[in-house]
């Protein structure tokens, strides 16, 4: 399985895509929203924990399409749930993969962006923590979406309708404990149901997105 | 080691297209399957590897056996055609690759992509891995795609001596591998599908 997970960041390296793409389009996303609603700082500074939610969560969407389907053209798929690696374990590391290609680095660049939208100092460590307990959830909700799309030439429209729905909890409760965090407000209570979502969400998807996967498989 | 199989019901699409195939194979044979397009053989193939369920019948000494190689080689561009062979090499266990590389003449491509590889370099790396799995059952289906006459030698010769060894395989193919194979021939396991009643018709 490791050998699974260190070919997946190679190849996320060295053929774009992978690293690049979720980032870029947070940075763009990021960038651009105190030209769009006016460089008032008090507007940006109330706005700013729900914007860097909602970017995490389009960033980590857009890089979903080719989380399986790659491997699903080009035969390795078939011939990796033919190996010792069960599917769970298979679904999992992709969305460990992608979580190390997508997530993480926007973990990393958020306190950056929050500058740029006068996030209030107080903010950033809740922001930091929630992000990082809500995007293993995005990733892993993802790999579902994408096994079951994952015979659908151009699926991606699909495949955002399925998955969107399912990340909701997700952003309320992520862009929720991030907002209390700014604000100088209690904030356990959302950041306790985050994690508990994820946790859910990690304990039951693999199971799931390898059902689903088995049976597209066919 | 033995692969037994029983009175199988290939399904596609959820209708019968081949039905009641029995055969078993012992260690050291190949088994080649053959018919015209359309008869059935990659399904069948399929079936037998696990990667589709079967409609009815048996099929024991399959489970975690088989190396399966089909049209696509499962190959990633953007990496060597050693690292193409070390990932698989890890994922079944970590045999060294050097015995697979120099049965199927890759050595000198070793460090090139797989991307810039010819059609039938990259069949060949895609049959070298079979070697990396160390699986003794060979599930084929029609291996000598775009190979030379020089690669389908190459490929007889690494087939021969995975036999040798106590292996076994399946194949499908067109062409005559000029092996010492029984042979099973689809059509008449076609004509007796056409008499199974399909899921809806026996629940009606």
Redesign the interface.
Known sequence: M???LI?DL??AL??GGGFGLGLTFFLIVIVLVPFSVGPASSLLSRIAPGILWLGALLACLLSLDRLLTV?W?????????????PLEGIVSIKALAHWITTGLPLLLVAPLLGVLLHLPVDGFGVLISSLALGTPALSMIGVFGAALTIGIKRGGLLLSLLVLPLYIPTLIFGAEAARRGAQGLEFGTPLLFLAGITGFVLALMPFVAAVVLRLN?? | MILTVSNLTVARGGVAILAGINFVMVSGTALVVRGPNGSGKTSLLRTIAGLQPQMSGQITGAEDRIAYAAHSDGLKAAMSVAENLEFWSSVFGGPSIQPALNAFNLNSLASRRAGHLSAGQKRRLGLARLMVTERPLWVLDEPTVSLDAVSVSIFISALESHLANGGMALISTHIDLGLDAEVLDMTPFKDLAANVETSDQAFL
């Not at chain 1, 053209?73 to 690696?85: Q, R, V």
Request: no cysteine.
């Open positions: 490791r050998a699974l070919r190679r190849l060295r053929s491997d053209e080009d035969g390795a798929l078939d011939l990796l749930s033919t190996s010792p690696i498989l066919r």
